[in-house]
């Protein structure tokens, strides 16, 4: 099994940053993608940042310009670096993680999420 922790959540005004961090954890053969979702209140849950083993990034265009996701895989952690934060970005914000647990076994990993709030 694999386990992702997710960290660095909170309450911010516009304008503001956070960064978010989740560190996968468990039987891992190797990692492909690694990725950041959200999903706000009534709404369906949308793909925030992606990042490919080989470092190819892809943003929602309602973030493009202000997060950014990198991952570090020594540590088996992928980030997202938000700023100029905005209201509209309020929602829970979930890592997820795709790879083998071996040659044959692929998994497919969510953290819990974290809360991230944005005030007017």
């Known amino acids: 099994q694999v386990q992702l922790v997710e960290s660095g959540g909170g309450l911010v005004q516009a304008g503001g940053s956070l960064r978010l961090s989740c560190a996968a954890s468990?039987?891992?053969?190797?990692?492909?993608?690694m990725g950041w979702y959200r999903q706000a209140p009534g709404k369906q849950r949308e793909l925030v940042a992606a990042?490919?083993?080989?470092?190819?990034?892809n943003y929602a265009d309602s973030v493009k310009g202000r997060f950014t996701i990198s991952r570090d895989n020594a540590k088996i952690t992928v980030y997202l670096q938000m700023n100029s934060l905005k209201p509209e970005d309020t929602a829970v914000y979930y890592c997820?993680?795709?790879?083998?647990?071996?040659?044959?076994?692929?998994?497919?990993?969510w953290g819990q999420g974290t809360q991230v709030t944005v005030s007017a």
């Open positions: 468990g039987i891992i053969f190797s990692i492909n993608g």
């Open positions: 990042i490919t083993s080989g470092g190819s990034t």
């Open positions: 997820n993680v795709l790879g083998r647990v071996s040659r044959t076994r692929p998994f497919d990993s």
